[in-house]
């Protein structure tokens, strides 16, 4: 295991909000990251790999349409655009006769998908329970890298960027306790990964350090994840396209069509240490000093 957690450089909630979310992070732009359907927007206009948008309902009338919508569609990804920590999020796929159920073998009727996505549009996911929108967007494809690693659900990585360089990284994976959820809360295993080389050099889940998926067992410790380089490229990109300078990067690798941003939060949570055993200030900070060096060095050749 590389890397030694030490209390004086994890940073806590207080700091990540003041010293950076707030500090670097304008409120009028918060939106960009928070309504899905506004950050795919952006990512369309910038070039960002991103996950398809099939299907978007901002209006209750809107759903009396929505099987009919979902009868030329195999597989998909249901979410609220302002939902949070995995909230509302159903992933779905249709049985051959035509009913859809999701990777525990949950089964939704259109009655069901249309009383989940009436909870969607009242907001009871949303960040701030005010009303929302339904995102239908495409079903991920994993790279067999993630699909050998974990069959059920949708592995993701969550990259940390600070104004244009990514500091830290990490994946979810999916198990049985999280029923298919790239969810830290709900169960699945995280991953602490290298940013020089993509290599995984710890995991663990709520329970704590493992060395193999719990469901698989299959050896986490020591692979590498597959197009690396592309996967902090195309994170980076993801901030930079934004006027926000502190977020997190959410991404999935697609057998098809590769590295694919989800989602950018503004609040990324802070796991990501125990799960790297490795505190965020010191990066943060190092960052920050390489700014000021670069700076220097640009006014003494003027």
């Known amino acids: ?3 030694s957690l030490r209390i004086g450089q994890v940073l806590g909630i207080n700091a990540r909000n003041i010293d950076y979310v707030r500090r670097y992070n304008d409120r009028k732009h918060y939106p960009i990251a928070d309504d899905k359907l ?5 990512f369309s206009s910038a070039g960002v790999p991103h996950t398809r948008l099939m299907l978007a309902c901002r209006h209750f009338h809107e759903l009396e349409k929505l099987p009919e919508h979902l009868k030329a569609i195999d597989e998909l990804v249901m979410k609220p655009a302002r939902g949070m920590a995995g909230g509302g999020v159903l992933l779905l796929r249709k049985r051959a006769d035509n009913a859809f159920v999701t990777p525990a073998g949950r089964e939704y009727t259109d009655g069901a998908l249309v009383d989940h996505a009436t909870r969607i549009l009242y907001g009871v996911y949303s960040i701030d329970n005010t009303t929302d929108a339904l995102v239908v967007e495409e079903l991920i494809h994993p790279h067999p890298f993630f699909g050998d690693l974990c069959p059920r659900g949708v592995a993701d990585i969550r990259v940390i960027v600070f104004d244009g360089e990514a500091v830290m990284a990490m994946s979810r994976l999916p198990t049985e306790l ?11 295993v995280g991953l602490g990964i290298e940013l020089a080389d993509g290599q995984i050099v710890h995991a663990a889940t709520k329970r704590g350090p493992l060395t193999h998926h719990p469901d698989t067992g299959k050896a986490l410790v020591g692979q590498t994840v597959p197009y690396w380089k592309e996967v902090i490229r195309i994170a980076e990109k993801a901030q930079q396209c934004t006027p926000l300078r502190f977020l997190g990067a959410d991404l999935v690798i697609d057998e098809r069509r590769g590295p694919l941003v989800i989602e950018i939060n ?25 700014r000021r060096i670069s700076k220097g060095a640009d006014r003494e050749d003027r």
């Open 38 to 42: 506004l950050t795919k927007e952006v």
């Open 266 to 290: 503004v609040r990324p949570g802070l796991e990501i240490q125990n799960v790297n055993q490795k505190g965020l200030r010191p990066m943060l900070e190092n960052h920050l000093n390489r």
């Open 1 to 3: 295991m590389r890397g």
């Open 178 to 188: 999280s029923d298919g959820k790239a969810n830290l809360a709900l169960g699945a």
